[in-house]
């Protein structure tokens, strides 16, 4: 490979983690002008979630509810839009997204966190920021939604 190559490469992979960045940053962007986001999960998973984001500037704990109806260990948890943004970044760092800061986490960490992640970033991608009267629906995490009978659509 010449050194006209090697310079393509290296611009190259410079703009796919400019263009990464830039859907993070505008993602959390999407969150934080949020009043109120819902996340639906199992205990454990929001006890992870939690913990990832406890060390991050301006984290306030929101209490989790019981999932109305629900025998297993779901909670609802209701987040503010900033508090949302801290999830997310706390998540990517932890899932080592690759515009992230480099930390050492243990192989499952970044396995949930990128797990979550996702889910977040799917829900909020269908968010509408030019249509403010559009609702958020809930970002469930379980997977076994709408498997059962009685259970949710995703």
């Known amino acids: 490979m010449g050194l ?4 393509r490469n290296r611009r190259a992979v410079k703009e796919l983690e400019l263009k990464r960045w830039a859907n993070h940053t505008a993602l959390m962007e999407t969150a934080a002008g949020l009043s109120i986001a ?7 998973t ?15 704990s929101p209490a989790p509810a019981d999932v109305p109806g629900r025998e297993d260990p779901m909670v609802e948890v209701r987040l503010s839009g900033p ?8 998540l990517g760092i932890a899932a080592s997204i690759p515009y992230s800061r480099p930390r050492y986490f243990t192989a499952e960490t970044k396995a949930i966190a990128k797990r979550l992640y996702t889910e977040i970033r799917d829900v909020l991608r269908l968010y509408d920021a030019d249509d403010p009267g559009t609702a958020i629906p ?3 995490i379980d997977d076994q939604v709408g498997t059962a009978s009685g259970g949710g659509a995703r």
């Open 138 to 140: 809930a970002i469930v």
């Open 46 to 60: 929001w006890q992870f979630i939690e913990r990832q984001a406890s060390d991050r500037d301006h984290w306030r």
């Open 83 to 90: 508090q949302l943004a801290i999830v997310i970044e706390a």
């Open 38 to 44: 819902v996340i639906q999960c199992h205990d454990d």
């Open 4 to 7: 006209l190559d090697s310079l």
